[in-house]
C-alpha cells in the first residue's frame, strides 16, 4: 500500500493479546501503520432511538475519518463470521446512514481491506462479503481480503508472506 502514514489496522477480537493480535503486529513492524484496538473503545450496539450516541463510536469514526485513507479491519473467524465487536463496529455504521450523514459521505473514495486470522488455512467461502459489500455501499473501494493463521503460536514464513503480497499490492 502506497501510503503508510494513511493507513490504520481495525483490530476486533475477543482477545487482545490472541493469534489476530500477533497478525496486526507483524504488520505494524513491516508497515508501520497505525492500530485500533476496539476493546479499547466503549462502542454499544446499534439502536434505532440513539440510546447509544455517548458513547466511543462517533469520536472513534471522527478520527478515522480525517485521519486516514486506508483502513484495514482485522479480526478472528467466530463461527465463520467476523468477530462480535467487529459486528457491532460495523452495525453502528449505520449511524453513519441515519444521524451522521455527512461523516458517512467521508468514508467515500477510501480504500477497506480485510484480514482474517484463524488456527488453519480453511476459511469458508464468502467470508469477506460483508466488508466487500459495507464498502460499496459507502463508496469505498475494496482491495480485497487475505486469509492468515497462525499455528503453534507463530505466524508462519509462507503465511507472513502471503500477508506482506497482500500489503503491497498496488490500489
Sequence with gaps: MNSHHNTVVILGSARSDGNTRKVVDFISEEFSY????????????????????NDDFLPLMKKLASKYQNIIFATPVYW?????????????ISDLLIWEKELGRSLRGKSMGVVSCSG????????????????????MSYFGHVHVWVEDEILKEQVAQRLID??????
Design 34 to 53: 497505525d492500530l485500533v484496538n476496539l476493546n479499547d473503545y466503549q462502542i454499544n450496539y446499534f439502536d434505532y432511538d440513539n440510546n447509544h450516541c
Design 80 to 92: 465463520y463470521s467476523m468477530s462480535a465487536i467487529m459486528k457491532t463496529f460495523f452495525d453502528r
Design 120 to 139: 488453519h488455512d480453511d476459511l469458508t467461502e464468502g467470508f469477506d462479503m460483508p466488508f466487500k459489500e459495507s464498502a460499496n455501499y459507502l463508496g
Design 166 to 171: 497482500f500489503l503491497n499490492k498496488e490500489r
